[in-house]
Nanobody, 125 residues
């Protein structure tokens, strides 16, 4: 069973930064495209960013483009999301996810089968 464990969420001031991490196990990490998603209360889960297995292909939602950076360290089986200039559209539970098949990268929630437990990002008012 694939295991994904997120960390790094917390309380941050508007305009601040956070780095989320996701450690993956029980899969050949470099063979999997990975994604970050978020879900705010009362809203559907949405893609934030995705990255191919080797890291050469990335996708960003328009709402986070130029503010967030997705990256991965395949030697450490770790996925990161660097979040800058956080604003009041960003608070949510953030999830990392892996598709059900190898060598596939997608920006669609439907294509992802393995999910972490999520980490909360909150902005202070």
């Amino acid at each position: 069973q694939v295991q994904l464990v997120e960390s790094g969420g917390g309380l941050v001031q508007p305009g601040g930064s956070l780095r989320l991490s996701c450690v993956a196990s029980r899969l050949t990490f470099s063979n999997y495209g990975m994604g970050w998603f978020r879900q705010a209360p009362g809203k559907e889960r949405e893609v934030v960013a995705s990255i191919s297995g080797i890291g050469g292909v990335t996708y960003y939602a328009d709402s986070v483009k130029d503010r967030f950076i997705i990256s991965r360290d395949n030697a450490k089986n770790t996925l990161h999301l660097h979040m800058n200039s956080l604003n009041f559209e960003d608070p949510a539970v953030y999830y990392c996810a892996a598709p059900g098949v190898e060598y596939h990268v997608s920006d669609s929630v439907r294509d992802y089968e393995h999910w972490g437990q999520g980490t909360q990002v909150t902005l202070s008012s």
